[in-house]
């Protein structure tokens, strides 16, 4: 039996995909080796949520007869995987993160599975996430079944929410890449803050059926990998529409890198604030140097701010009526007591109070938002700013409060990009673009309705670049804390 | 401390009388020990104020709500 390479667990998705294919190991031997390390290390990260080794070894088993017979079924094949445990898995519990739902199971599997399981990418564990993916509004980082989502650059900083195993557990090594989602920063945030690259695709372009709901006209599901090469591989196999899924567009992602316009041919938009008066102290050098190797890429920068519009109110609003709507079974149960979090209990309890009038209204603001971003992508076609402006914030520190208030800086800029783009169903990537304080900072690029092969491409040429997607945390237990 | 308060406030100036109402609202910051019941209460403020907040956004009456959601 070949024993895998400590570099292989960090290698992108491509790289093991041919090394699989040279027989330097086997899909059972990768597959086995990443279960180990998802048991020896997820609980170090409060990442793993139910581990799937049987499952896993048995699909490997098929995946390795395929590629012996010379059936080869794209770069996905044999490749183990992590998903967030709000993706239903037939048989298994699918706990949304939160106590009261600890002992769910469902009979069929979330189509983003499916659409993995035919490209012959095997499962191997439910990776840990916030507590109904924060719905309500979590004040601490513990508002999760498993515990705080803890970073693997330092322990002792959170992981980000709500999909805080996934990102965790590829920073660490865990798994090659994960499955996440994201209704208003839930993938950027924990992307970010681990140094992993991850995308949020376009609303409607991946199915949602089997997901836990939180916002049906906000949530999205997309992959969190080591490149946003991978990025681009795994939402080409998850991609598609769904006549299970209402919201679904009916569209098919092609990734198609060599069509994508070249850097050169692309105006990028900035807002100098974001960097300068936004963005922590620590973190601007980062960011300044990512702004400048994109700059370098020959793009045409364009200084662009948004328009002043309550988008988070607007976000909030809309998340909160729908959140409690969806959880009113939960609420009016009682059960909802169970959770983590009391200020989450609290703000589900508030969403059910939340009126017709103030829901349409922030529906009616969210057009104008809509309308808004349409306008502004008729200038730029990509949009450029920090993901979080600081890195991973203490897993003690309330997150409800900045722990050193600033003076607000008087220009928006791009501050309520995150909002906005959500808002509006916008893509968008994460890219790592350095350090702060020994902590990962990150970039996002945020681009038109399905323009996520401009977004790869740019972050393709951006990682081309700079290698801070492939820095790796210290995982080794012998490695002392920080 | 609250009369005390009241009392102290009839010798403030205008710009004083603003410091002095805005800072309830800057020392909000929770505090651990926080009832359920004080953030149920919390949380209905917060959702009072977007309320009003959105309230008051001016929009033309054509602009329909985002339904059916396509980006």
Redesign the interface.
């Known amino acids: 039996m070949a024993a895998i390479p400590e570099d292989a667990f960090f290698a992108p998705v491509t790289e093991l995909s041919r090394r699989l294919r040279d027989e330097e190991f086997t899909a059972v031997e990768l597959t086995r080796a990443f279960c180990d390390r998802l048991e020896k290390f997820g609980p170090r990260y409060n990442a793993l949520a139910l581990l799937l080794r049987e499952e896993a070894l048995r699909k490997a088993r098929e995946a390795d007869d395929e590629i012996k017979r010379g059936r080869f079924r794209g770069v996905l094949q044999g490749i183990p995987f992590g998903a967030k445990d709000l993706l239903s898995v037939r048989g298994k519990p699918t706990t949304w993160g939160a106590r009261p739902y600890a002992g769910q199971v469902f009979d069929y599997d979330a189509t983003v599975l499916r659409k993995l399981d035919r490209a012959r990418a095997i499962l191997a564990a439910k990776l840990a996430m916030v507590e109904l993916a924060g719905g309500g509004g979590y004040r601490y980082a513990s508002a999760s079944l498993t515990g705080p989502g803890l970073n693997p650059w330092d322990r002792t900083r959170w992981s980000g929410g709500s999909s805080s195993g996934s990102a965790a557990a590829v920073a660490a090594g865990l798994v090659p890449f994960a499955l996440a989602s994201e209704t208003w920063g839930s993938i950027l945030t924990p992307s970010a803050y681990c140094g992993v690259t991850g995308l949020r695709p376009t609303y409607g372009l991946v199915s949602r059926y089997g997901a836990m709901p939180l916002s049906w006209t906000m949530d999205k599901i997309g992959p969190i990998c080591r490149s946003a090469d991978d990025c681009g591989h795994v939402l080409r196999a998850i991609s598609g529409g769904d006549s299970n899924d209402p919201s679904s567009a009916g569209k098919t992602f092609y990734y198609n890198p060599q069509l994508a316009r070249r850097p050169a041919e692309l105006r990028v938009g900035y807002a100098p604030v974001d960097i300068e008066e936004w963005a922590e102290e620590s973190a601007r050098p980062a960011f300044r140097q990512a702004l400048e190797v994109i700059r370098g890429l020959g793009v045409k920068m364009l200084e662009v701010e948004l328009p002043d519009l309550p988008y988070g109110l607007v976000a909030g609003t809309i998340i909160s009526a729908e959140g409690s709507a969806v959880f009113e079974p939960l609420i009016r149960s009682g059960q909802v007591e169970q959770l983590a979090d009391r200020k989450q209990i609290a703000g589900l309890k508030a969403g059910l109070e939340i009126s017709a009038k103030d829901y349409f209204k922030a529906m009616r603001i969210r057009r104008v938002v809509m309308e808004e971003m349409r306008k502004l992508f008729a200038s730029v076609d990509v949009l450029v700013s920090p993901s979080r402006f600081g890195p991973a914030t203490k897993i003690t520190e309330p997150l409800d409060r900045p722990a050193r208030p600033r003076p607000e800086p008087k220009r928006r800029g791009l501050r309520d990009l995150g909002a906005a783009g959500n808002l509006a169903g916008l893509p968008a990537l994460s890219l790592p673009c350095g350090f702060a304080g020994g902590l990962p900072v990150a970039i996002q690029l945020v681009g038109r309705p399905f323009s996520e092969n401009n977004l790869i491409a740019l972050g393709r040429a951006f990682q081309d670049q700079t290698d801070w997607h492939r820095r790796r945390p210290p995982v080794e237990p012998s490695t002392p804390d920080r | 401390m609250v009369r005390h308060n009241i009392a102290m406030a009839q010798k403030l100036t205008r710009r004083e009388w603003v410091a002095a109402l805005a800072a309830p609202a800057l020392a909000q910051?929770?505090a651990e020990e926080?009832s359920?019941e004080q953030?149920?209460a919390?949380?209905?403020q917060?959702?009072l104020q977007?309320?009003e907040?959105?309230?008051k956004?001016p929009?033309p009456m054509a602009?329909?709500?985002?339904?059916v959601?396509?980006?």
């Open positions: 910051a929770p926080e359920a953030l149920l919390r949380a209905r917060d959702l977007g309320a907040r959105l309230g956004f929009l602009v329909e709500p985002a339904f959601f396509k980006p």
